[in-house]
Antibody, heavy 119, light 106 residues
Framework: QVQLVESGGGVVQPGRSLRLSCAAS????????VHWVRQAPGKGLEWAAA????????YYANSVEDRFTISRDNSKNTLYLQMNSLRAEDTALYYC????????????WGQGTLVTVSS | SYELTQPLSVSVALGQTASIACGGN??????VHWYQQKPDQAPVLVIY???NRPSGIPERFSGSNSGNTATLTISRAQPGDEADYYC?????????FGTGTKVTVL
């Protein structure tokens, strides 16, 4: 069965960096685009970043562009999110999600990893 | 930027029908997807491309989309349908989520 398992969350001071990982299994990882979607405590869902199946194309929400970098290692079936210059408003549960087709929807989600930005 | 507006909450009597609206400019020209999120759980896809149900989603869940409003309908509401529901579209290389609707089954 499809599984997405996020890791790497934690408490970090404003301005510092953190790298999240998402380990995929149960499907051919290299055939799918994958995304990071975040959810601040008590708030709604916010798409953060996406990467195409081969890593060629990357897309970012305005709120994270120039600070976050999405990448993937298809040989390790793993997705990454490098987060720099973290701000308090980046505090959220970060989900990894599998994309369907081009510019469509998300059919499987991980359980999320919590990032807290606080001094 | 494109915005999707949903009612904050919807209440439905057990066994009755709930309708959740998702408003957006000319949303009828876009593909709309719906997610269910129960407390402390990850979102689950319940409707994709306006009207399609993934395998395992009950037929009680249906969707429509026209003009400036897309709608998720839950028929014969059950206690297990209590959750937050989010609509989602793709617009200008951005994936946009609605503001979310909390559904309560009375």
């Amino acid at each position: 069965q499809v599984q997405l398992v996020e890791s790497g969350g934690g408490v970090v001071q404003p301005g510092r960096s953190l790298r999240l990982s998402c380990a995929a299994s149960g499907f051919t990882f290299s055939n799918y685009a994958v995304h990071w979607v975040r959810q601040a405590p008590g708030k709604g869902l916010e798409w953060a970043a996406a990467i195409s199946y081969d890593g060629t194309n990357k897309y970012y929400a305005n709120s994270v562009e120039d600070r976050f970098t999405i990448s993937r290692d298809n040989s390790k079936n793993t997705l990454y999110l490098q987060m720099n210059s973290l701000r308090a408003e980046d505090t959220a549960l970060y989900y990894c999600a599998r994309g369907v087709g081009s510019y469509s929807h998300f059919d499987y989600w991980g359980q999320g990893t919590l990032v807290t930005v606080s001094s | 930027s494109y915005e999707l507006t949903q009612p904050l909450s919807v209440s439905v009597a057990l066994g009755q029908t709930a309708s959740i609206a998702c408003g957006g400019n000319n949303i009828g020209s876009k593909n709309v997807h719906w997610y269910q999120q129960k407390p402390d759980q990850a979102p689950v896809l319940v409707i994709y491309r306006d009207t399609n149900r993934p395998s395992g989603i009950p037929e009680r869940f249906s969707g429509s989309n026209s003009g400036n409003t897309a709608t998720l309908t839950i028929s014969r509401a059950q206690p297990g349908d209590e959750a937050d529901y989010y609509c989602q579209v793709w617009d200008s290389f951005t994936y946009v989520f609605g503001t979310g609707t909390k559904v309560t089954v009375l």
